[in-house]
């Protein structure tokens, strides 16, 4: 039997067995049911036995599986201590702190007091920040790009975050200046329920459901006009009316730049904007960025 197996089989042998469905699976390591079932079946290949038993209805473990299992996880374990680690002792050598977003913070100078308490409290520390795309809803925190980011909620897999909301805003519609609703001085929820939305990427999971409103559509599916990854792609594909979107008061000058006006919308919840990071991790300059964040919006909204 060849040792040569990689941490990613692992993690996806863990996830199936996890599960027993290939289909639920699949959506919480965000890659497609048909290339989960490729990479199980090469890594038995690559071990020579049958780790899973699947038919039509159901997935079992073999008793290889069984077996493997626990190591397979303690593996795991030790790899994300050893990753957390040494992300640890980077950035410690380093002294910088990784602030991911994808929409910038603007907000009344939110980013500059933040700022401006932190390197009070931290005057060794630089801040460098990270725009990333709306392909990735963590803005670089799942995957330790950033150390801490500005997100919005709700955050896949939020039980490995905390978090602090720092606005709370209702949720506009923005549509093309020339679109019939735009007459309106405010627009119901029902009104859109049937016109075409921009669409976050479908990696950006539970956040681009909630941008489609479906918590309001009673099951009755959304017409998807277009998908964005940024305010520059909302914009341009808004213009030429290939569909409306929801977006965030707060954020409603990105969009509103000619061609393009926004209304406020009832019958949808308001929208949550927080500072997110890691809860394991515990390194003080994260630590310092989320208590002057905590310091500047006066403990409201933390979690």
């Known amino acids: 039997m060849t040792t040569d197996v990689h941490v990613r089989d692992l993690r996806y042998f863990v996830t199936v067995a996890e599960e027993l469905h290939f289909t639920r699976a699949a959506e919480r390591l965000y890659v497609s049911q048909p290339a989960l079932s490729k990479q199980?079946?090469?890594l038995e290949r690559q071990l020579g036995v049958e780790l899973l038993r699947r038919d039509r209805?159901?997935?079992?473990?073999t008793a290889a599986g069984t077996a493997l299992l626990p190591h397979a996880r303690q593996v795991l374990e030790a790899w994300a201590r050893g990753a957390a680690a040494m992300e640890q002792?980077?950035?410690?050598?380093?002294?910088?702190?990784?602030?991911?977003?994808?929409?910038s913070p603007g907000r009344g100078g939110l980013l500059p007091a933040i700022r401006s308490r932190f390197t009070s409290a931290h005057p060794e520390a630089a801040v460098r920040l990270r725009q990333v795309s709306w392909e990735d809803p963590s803005a670089g925190l799942a995957d330790g790009d950033a150390d801490v980011a500005y997100v919005w909620l709700p955050l896949p897999d939020q039980e490995r975050y905390a978090w602090i909301v720092v606005a709370e805003e209702p949720r506009h519609v923005a549509l093309p200046e020339s679109h019939p609703l735009a007459?309106?001085?405010e627009v119901d929820f029902t009104d859109l329920a049937?016109?075409?939305?921009?669409?976050?990427?479908?990696?950006?999971?539970?956040?681009?459901?909630?941008?489609?409103?479906?918590?309001?559509?009673?099951?009755?599916?959304?017409?998807?006009?277009?998908?964005?990854a940024s305010t520059e792609e909302t914009y341009e594909a808004l213009v030429?009316?290939?569909?409306v979107c929801l977006v965030a008061?707060?954020?409603?000058?990105?969009?509103?730049?000619?061609?393009?006006?926004?209304?406020?919308?009832?019958?949808?919840?308001?929208?949550?904007?927080?500072l997110?990071?890691?809860?394991?991790?515990?390194?003080?300059?994260?630590?310092?960025?989320?208590?002057?964040?905590?310091?500047?919006?006066?403990?409201?909204?933390?979690?």
């Open 40 to 42: 199980i079946r090469a």
């Open 57 to 61: 209805h159901s997935v079992a473990l």
């Open 89 to 103: 002792a980077r950035a410690a050598q380093r002294s910088t702190l990784v602030v991911g977003m994808s929409t």
């Open 183 to 185: 007459a309106r001085s």
């Open 194 to 228: 049937d016109e075409p939305f921009l669409a976050l990427p479908e990696s950006a999971g539970p956040l681009r459901d909630y941008w489609l409103a479906l918590d309001e559509r009673a099951g009755r599916p959304p017409r998807i006009g277009a998908e964005i």
């Open 240 to 243: 030429p009316g290939l569909g």
């Open 249 to 274: 008061a707060g954020n409603v000058p990105l969009l509103t730049l000619g061609g393009v006006v926004t209304r406020p919308v009832h019958g949808v919840d308001p929208s949550r904007y927080a």
């Open 276 to 303: 997110a990071w890691r809860k394991e991790d515990r390194r003080p300059l994260v630590r310092g960025y989320a208590r002057a964040c905590r310091q500047v919006t006066d403990g409201e909204g933390g979690r």
